[in-house]
């Protein structure tokens, strides 16, 4: 403690400025110790996800159905009261449902009064879901084969038809959907296995894993296909998120990069139909976007990350940025603990998105005007609020990051006031990439690089259909059965059979959110 006292300067001047750094130091250690208890033990969201409020609301409901029913179970009135309000909030179940119709009549027909024959005059009609349990079944095909009697020279037998995978079990809808089951449910391989085990099919996860990457390479083209319609739009949504990719010889993964381009122009009214589409690479370098998006002119929105900066570079391509990134930072301070400049930005943020959820759905012209009368003032008023906070505060705090962060990426927050097609943040395609979290959270990871291209291919597709409220089984199964029928008429898949099957996606009309 002495030879540290020694060390100290006699100026006081120069102590006044050790004891202001290390005060500096000292608060932004607090509050990133702050942030990490709130990341460990808090939610991080701003708002509280959906999915877990209805996690919170299905166990009230179930406690309540416990309560109803020992009620019913011991009163007539409040089961027939209960009755009548099913039949009122029940709804009407899809007409395309198969009915198995069941009569329930009576066993003797005569007048209980006179003994008369007695004649329908109505009949009430109720109707309940079933379910029946997913069957697996056989598609057995016979070929016959012919010889002439008189000769006996030829045998003649109908060609076999093409399969997907050739000289393998599984039909073209099998295929699909063990595609869908691991893509969309989120269903490893291996836990696939074990469901048909339950069935008696003994079907071993390498022989799945050998399904799923022949129907990838066969969906190959359409993936390059939506990656064109990606390059031919004028503005899309832009971001990357990390894949585990199982590294050979080293007993650990190393860290790839799903990147995710989407375009979805339904707030606006426009007539592009929305899609997705991923694109695996082995790093986040700034040349992958160059890459994917080569040829492409006009806005890109995107996060904050400084690879895309490579793509501002070229004079075809303009940065929009994403206020929920900047509006995360403030609150991620202000949620932390009392810090009130943060908390007025975070209020002066939810303000502009306030003007938005009005606007949402309208054309671009009258989202431009709202937004020059209305979202304009804000943020004429908050950028120099944001410098004059900035200069009162240390320069080393988490707050003056925070307001760097939006202060150097202005001209890109701003850009969404000029023009009604764009979004005030890119949270279209950050939606686009949660289902490749649940997917990583439940497989860890991808087993090779071209496992993980697998993965970018069908996620692409199954995406794009549920972003255009298309069922992904039933349209894999269609694309892999159109695929078979392109080499039963002996056109190459990845020559000039893509174009019998391509996406219906671009022919589909724009569904409003």
């Not at 309560?67 to 011991?74: I, L, M, N, Q, Y």
């Not at 962060?405 to 000029?418: E, H, V």
Request: positive net charge; glycine residues 6%; proline residues 5%.
């Amino acid at each position: 403690m002495a030879q540290a006292i020694e060390k100290l300067p006699d100026d006081p001047n120069e102590l006044k400025a050790m004891l202001l750094a290390e005060r500096a130091r000292n608060e932004r250690l607090v509050q990133i110790i702050k942030e990490m208890q709130r990341h460990r033990f808090g939610r991080r969201a701003e708002t509280l996800p959906e999915d877990q409020m209805l996690l919170a609301l299905e166990e009230v409901e179930q406690t309540e159905a416990v309560a109803a029913a020992e009620a019913e179970a011991s009163s007539a009135p409040e089961r027939e009261k209960a009755a009548r309000k099913c039949r009122t909030n029940r709804g009407a179940l899809p007409a395309h449902l198969p009915r198995v119709e069941t009569i329930v009549d009576i066993e003797d027909k005569a007048c209980p009064c006179c003994k008369g024959v007695l004649h329908q005059i109505g009949e009430d009609v109720s109707e309940r879901l079933d379910v029946v349990p997913a069957q697996f079944g056989v598609l057995l095909t016979r070929r016959p084969k012919y010889a002439c009697r008189a000769c006996e020279g030829a045998v003649v037998q109908a060609p076999a038809p093409a399969r997907l995978i050739e000289g393998g079990l599984p039909t073209e809808a099998t295929v699909a959907h063990v595609l869908v089951s691991k893509y969309a449910d989120h269903l490893p391989l291996y836990r696939q296995a074990q469901i048909y085990a339950r069935q008696g099919i003994a079907l071993d996860h390498s022989t799945l894993a050998d399904w799923v990457g022949r129907a990838a390479w066969h969906l190959r083209p359409l993936h390059e296909r939506l990656l064109e319609q990606i390059r031919a739009s004028t503005k899309i949504f832009a971001d990357e998120t990390r894949a585990p990719v199982l590294d050979p010889g080293r007993g650990r993964t190393k860290t790839g990069q799903l990147w995710a381009y989407a375009r979805d122009d339904r707030r606006w009214g426009g007539a592009d139909p929305p899609l997705a589409v991923y694109v695996y690479a082995q790093n986040r370098k700034s040349e992958q976007p160059l890459v994917h998006l080569a040829g492409f002119t006009g806005i890109v929105q995107v996060d904050g990350y400084a690879g895309y900066q490579a793509l501002a570079q070229k004079n075809s391509v303009s940065l929009a940025f994403c206020w929920a990134h900047v509006r995360r930072r403030f609150y991620e301070l202000a949620a932390a603990g009392p810090a009130p400049i943060a908390a007025q930005a975070f209020e002066r943020i939810g303000a502009l998105y306030s003007i938005e959820s009005q606007i949402r759905c309208r054309s671009p012209g009258e989202r431009r005007d709202a937004r020059q009368e209305k979202s304009r003032p804000i943020l004429d008023a908050l950028e120099p609020w944001l410098r004059e906070k900035l200069a009162l505060i240390s320069q080393k705090t988490r707050l003056a990051e925070a307001i760097r962060y939006a202060l150097s990426r202005w001209d890109g927050l701003t850009r969404f006031l000029d023009d009604g097609r764009f979004e005030i943040d890119s949270n279209i395609v950050e939606r686009a990439i949660r289902p490749i979290a649940l997917n990583r959270k439940n497989a860890l990871f991808a087993g090779s690089d071209g496992g993980a291209e697998n993965w970018a291919i069908v996620a692409s597709l199954i995406e794009t259909c549920n972003l255009n409220g298309v069922d992904p089984l039933a349209y894999m199964t269609d694309v892999l059965i159109k695929i078979v029928n392109c080499q039963w008429r002996g056109q190459s898949v990845h020559e000039g059979g893509v174009k019998v099957y391509r996406s219906g996606f671009e022919k589909r009309a724009a569904r409003p959110l």
